[in-house]
């Protein structure tokens, strides 16, 4: 019997803590207090006993939204797929996060082996998708003038006041996240992140080579997210509008969680003109930019399922891109106004732009005639060869156009071979050799760069162009020496920032 | 060395300091060694995004003009000026606004920065700077660090196309033959 009576204590002890919360408020302080106290997962569910006995209370519906996202990592699903990632178990704190995926020596993370790409995607539709939608009905609140007070415990920084437009804003991000998840997972990502991570390390794998080798990589995996990204697009615009006009309308004394700054003002409103002509677009059809009315939009296309991101890629050759091989700069019909041209020189800064060459045509006078696809602005040296290994720079052009066409007015060989090599973020010097004494070229003077080794001669004209290896974004002079039979060899440091012309350089006999 | 707040009119009103001077002088000879002058302390808030975030609150020091009799002193002229930050509580950082620093005797400021923040690194982080070159020659840029303690304090670099310059501003200046 006694026994019985001290288990029974002992029961009602560890039964007391749920048993004295009688009230959803009561359940409520009891969720902030284990907040304050840094228990996520208490607090979490504590709010749920909450909702249980008042489903429509406001302020806990919002704390369990905030509580439930935070609460994740956490979960089973979302605790073994970082583990599979290859993240410790330990430093895995909400409020003090260390825990990081192994990194190689230069702080490259480290793919994980067996892994596919189409695990995110998936492991964010079947796991994270759901946690973000129930937390935008628990984040409804209605009565514009809620507003929940956090102390400095509770948010572990300051304490701050949360109001209607505050969790308007959030749910407009979570919105957010629900379109970008869903269209996220109407793609194909079919590649093992180690082949992904291989281009990043500049190894034996190109883009090329992993799109050759997962032909299905980014194609529709399925197209029946398409109308749920399109609403949540939709959901998402309306609600940042809204939150946006509240927040900008509060009294300027009131400190928020979110507030206006008036620095960021302007970018703000062009940021909502955009959002409202692409909303616009999905009922209406193309809409010409407010902010930029030589750009017209519709993203209608987008949600149809026509052209897959695959279609839109253009053609690489190893890691770099074939000019000219882009093959819809509408991408699908969404965005007009934009010419290959601007997008070609937008990739320019992230790959290697490749000239393509079509096949020479005879000129007049035996001269063969050449056109390549160009980069405007860019520098390029022509150079030739008759047996595909020495190769000469017979001229050297800054391209002014998409294509570029050139002559060669004498080939001296009965067949040659052509290449165009942009030499664009390099520092390139070109000039002319010339005699102290005579002022007459110098032909077949050595020009070398000291810091790289790149050489060159001059012609019959004492013209050179060189091409060196060093980037222009790393170095900003170079070192030549000027060699010639009969005179005396000269260097001079020579400062740019690319390309560098018109020097004149003078030989003592 | 000699530490004395020069708080002119100050006023504590709606968590802002007014009018916050602190100079410091040599123990040797009483000269001057710092001195730095905020027009006033406010709290306001990180920026993130479009927005301000009340969560994380920051104090800001505004119209700072810092005087120094060479750039060794900047870590101590910093130092004291952070001390007045008590209005924003819970203010994890200082930032400077419209900062000038001048070397003492000197008219014209060495360096100006529309804005200014204390990092980790013993470093004083920049935006919108001016400055200029051992030639005099003007130089301005979006971003860049001076470094306010050790063997390299009054170092200022900025990054240009993925390179790094350098320039030190606040050394002294060699006389005219």
């Not at chain 1, 939709?234 to 700054?261: G, K, M």
């Not at chain 1, 005579?438 to 050179?464: M, R």
Request: proline share 5%; aromatic share 8%; net charge negative.
């Amino acid at each position: 019997m006694k026994t019985c009576i001290l288990i029974s204590i002992i029961a009602g002890l560890f039964c007391w803590n749920t048993f004295a919360q009688t009230t959803a408020d009561d359940w409520i302080s009891q969720g902030r207090a284990d907040l304050a106290a840094r228990d996520i997962g208490d607090a979490s569910a504590a709010f749920t006993h909450a909702l249980t006995l008042a489903p429509t209370n406001e302020t806990a519906n919002v704390f369990y939204a905030i509580t439930r996202l935070l609460t994740l990592p956490s979960q089973p699903a979302g605790s073994n797929f970082l583990t599979r990632l290859g993240l410790p178990v330990a430093g895995r704190d909400i409020y003090d996060w260390s825990s990081v995926p192994p990194q190689d020596g230069n702080g490259l993370l480290l793919a994980p082996a067996g892994v596919n790409a189409s695990e995110f995607t998936s492991q964010l539709r079947t796991n994270v998708l759901p946690v973000i939608s129930g937390a935008i009905s628990n984040l409804l609140v209605t009565d514009t003038n809620f507003a929940l007070s956090l102390t400095s415990s509770e948010t572990t920084a300051a304490a701050v006041t949360v109001d209607y437009g505050d969790f308007k804003l959030i749910q407009a991000g979570l919105y957010g996240a629900e379109y970008f998840i869903y269209t996220l997972n109407a793609q194909n990502f079919d590649a093992q992140l180690t082949a992904i991570r291989a281009l990043a390390t500049n190894g034996n794998t190109s883009v090329q080579e992993v799109l050759r080798d997962y032909p299905q990589l980014l194609t529709f995996a399925t197209t029946n997210d398409l109308q749920n990204a399109r609403a949540a697009f939709t959901n998402a615009v309306n609600t940042y509008l809204a939150a946006s006009a509240f927040i900008s309308s509060r009294p300027t004394n009131e400190v928020r969680l979110f507030n206006y700054d008036k620095v960021s003002a302007q970018g703000e409103a062009n940021f909502r003109l955009v959002l409202q002509d692409l909303k616009n677009s999905l009922v209406a059809g193309p809409q010409i930019l407010a902010v930029n009315p030589n750009l017209t939009v519709d993203l209608a296309p987008q949600f149809a399922g026509g052209p897959t991101w695959r279609d839109w890629l253009p053609k690489f050759d190893g890691n770099a891109i074939e000019l000219g091989s882009l093959p819809d700069a509408t991408f699908g019909g969404v965005i007009y106004g934009l010419s290959r041209e601007q997008l070609e020189s937008a990739l320019s800064h992230r790959f290697v732009m490749l000239p393509v060459g079509a096949p020479p045509k005879p000129a007049a006078g035996h001269a063969v005639q050449l056109a390549f696809t160009t980069l405007q602005n860019h520098y390029y040296a022509l150079e030739v060869s008759t047996n595909l290994m020495a190769w000469q720079v017979t001229t050297n052009l800054t391209a002014t156009n998409s294509t570029t066409v050139l002559l060669d007015v004498s080939p001296a060989a009965d067949h040659r071979f052509y290449r165009l090599r942009d030499d664009t973020g390099f520092l390139t010097f070109g000039g002319v050799v010339l005699d102290q004494n005579t002022g007459s070229p110098v032909a077949g003077a050595h020009v070398v760069s000291l810091w790289d080794g790149t050489s060159t001669l001059t012609d019959n004209n004492g013209q050179f162009y060189l091409g060196t290896t060093l980037p222009a974004s790393i170095w900003y002079e170079d070192e030549l020496e000027i060699s010639a039979p009969g005179h005396l060899t000269v260097d001079h440091y020579y400062y740019g920032d690319g390309l560098v012309t018109g020097l004149q350089i003078y030989l003592s006999p | 060395m000699l530490c004395l707040p020069e708080v002119n009119a100050a006023g504590l009103a709606g968590g802002t300091v007014q009018d916050v001077g602190i100079a410091e002088y040599s123990s040797k000879d009483l000269s001057l060694v710092a001195r730095v002058h905020a027009s006033q302390i406010v709290t306001d808030y990180e920026r993130h995004g479009f927005f301000r975030i009340g969560l994380l609150p920051i104090a800001v020091a505004d119209n700072v003009q810092l005087q120094i009799s060479s750039a060794g002193c900047l870590t101590n002229a910093l130092s004291a000026l952070r001390e007045w930050r008590q209005p924003s509580v819970g203010a994890r950082r200082l930032e400077l606004r419209n900062l000038e620093i001048t070397m003492v005797g000197e008219a014209r400021p060495r360096l100006r920065a529309s804005r200014a923040r204390i990092g980790n690194d013993s470093s004083l982080e920049l935006f919108n700077v001016s400055s200029s070159g051992a030639e005099g020659q003007p130089v301005a840029f979006g971003k860049g660090a001076l470094q306010i303690a050790g063997s390299s304090a009054g170092r200022l670099s900025w990054d240009v196309a993925g390179r790094t310059e350098e320039l030190f501003p606040l050394n002294p200046k060699t006389k005219e033959p």
